[in-house]
């Protein structure tokens, strides 16, 4: 399995899910950009090229992951933490070699991506 959602991100994604029209699925992937070079890109669509694209189900969510991210992104766990300025997702890669300080942006030993040079 490529990727895995922790429960609690599980009932998070489904809920909104439930706010989206049609039969989508979560998207998850990469971009470049942010301060190390690599950013996450996580959405919901409904499409899918069966050319460029990996589906698999994880916690019931059925995932898109564009074949090239999939060896960056392998074996990421996406979670949802609960705070008391809110909740959101955090994402664990274990291929990250380098994280920016807020989080979102990462590079691995293979993949230096783009750096924002404005970051």
Known sequence: MI???????????KEMMKEEEGDVRLRFGVKGGGCSGLSYAMGFEDDINEELDLVEESSGIPVVI?????????????????????????????????????????KTATNAGTPDPNC
């Open 3 to 13: 990727l895995n959602i922790t429960e609690a991100a599980s009932h998070q994604i």
């Open 66 to 106: 564009n074949r090239q991210d999939a060896a960056i992104v392998e074996g990421t766990t996406i979670d949802f933490k609960q705070n008391m300025m809110g909740g959101g997702f955090t994402i664990d890669n274990p291929n990250a070699i380098v994280s920016c300080g807020c989080g979102s942006s990462f």
